[in-house]
C-alpha cells in the first residue's frame, strides 16, 4: 500500500502564523474597548439619582365645573376674556338655567375681519351660535374648562346674533373684537 505523506510545515512559519494570529485577535480586542470622548464644556452627568415617581394628578375640585354670580362671575370672565390687541366691539357674559337658551346681538359692525372669543363653565358643554343674519358663522358645542377663538369675515356692515344654549346650569361668556 502506497501512502502520501502530507507537506510538512516548517516550524518556524507555523509559529509565525500563531504569532500573527495571536496579534489580529489581540488587535480585535483592544479595538473593541475604544470609545470616543469629546469635552462638550457640559460637565458631569449628575449622579444623584431621580426620585421615584409618583402619581402627582391631583383629584380636581368637583366645584371648579359650577356656574357663579356677583364678583366671582366677574373674576372668571376677566380670566377666560383675557385683553385684546384688538378693538373690542361687543362682550357678553352672564349665567344660563338648565334648559334654557339665551339670544343676543351686537350693534353694527363694520365690514372686517373679527375674532369671536367663547368660554363657558359647566358640568355639561354649552351650544354657541352666531349668524350673520340667516348665514351661520359659528355653531358649536364647547366643551367647558376651555375657551375657543373664531376668526369670522364680515363683508358688510353687519348686526350678529348670538345665541347660547346650555343643559345645565352654565356660565357663558364671548367678546367680539376686530383683527
Known amino acids: 500500500m502506497h501512502t502520501v505523506q502530507a507537506p510538512r510545515v516548517p516550524r518556524r512559519t507555523a ?34 439619582t431621580a426620585p421615584p415617581f409618583t402619581d402627582a394628578a391631583l383629584p380636581q375640585d368637583p366645584r371648579r365645573n359650577l356656574p357663579v354670580t356677583g364678583a366671582e362671575l366677574d373674576a372668571w370672565v376677566e380670566r377666560v376674556l383675557p385683553e385684546t390687541a384688538g378693538q373690542v366691539f361687543h ?17 353694527q359692525l ?10 363657558c363653565k359647566s358640568p355639561r358643554r354649552v351650544s354657541f351660535t352666531v349668524r350673520n343674519g340667516e348665514l351661520s358663522l359659528v355653531d358649536l358645542s364647547l366643551r367647558c374648562g376651555t375657551s375657543r377663538v373664531n376668526v369670522v369675515h364680515v363683508s358688510n356692515d353687519a348686526v350678529l346674533s348670538v345665541e347660547v344654549a346650555a343643559q345645565s346650569a352654565a356660565n357663558f361668556a364671548y367678546r367680539i373684537s376686530r383683527i
Open 110 to 119: 363694520p365690514s372686517g375681519t373679527y375674532s369671536l372669543t367663547l368660554a
Open 15 to 48: 509559529a509565525a502564523a500563531a504569532v500573527v494570529l495571536s496579534g489580529v485577535l489581540a488587535a480585535g480586542a483592544a479595538l473593541s474597548g475604544c470609545e470616543y470622548v469629546y469635552d462638550d464644556g457640559r460637565g458631569p452627568l449628575p449622579t444623584a
Open 91 to 107: 362682550t357678553g357674559f352672564g349665567l344660563l338655567k338648565a334648559g334654557t337658551t339665551r339670544q343676543e346681538s351686537t350693534g
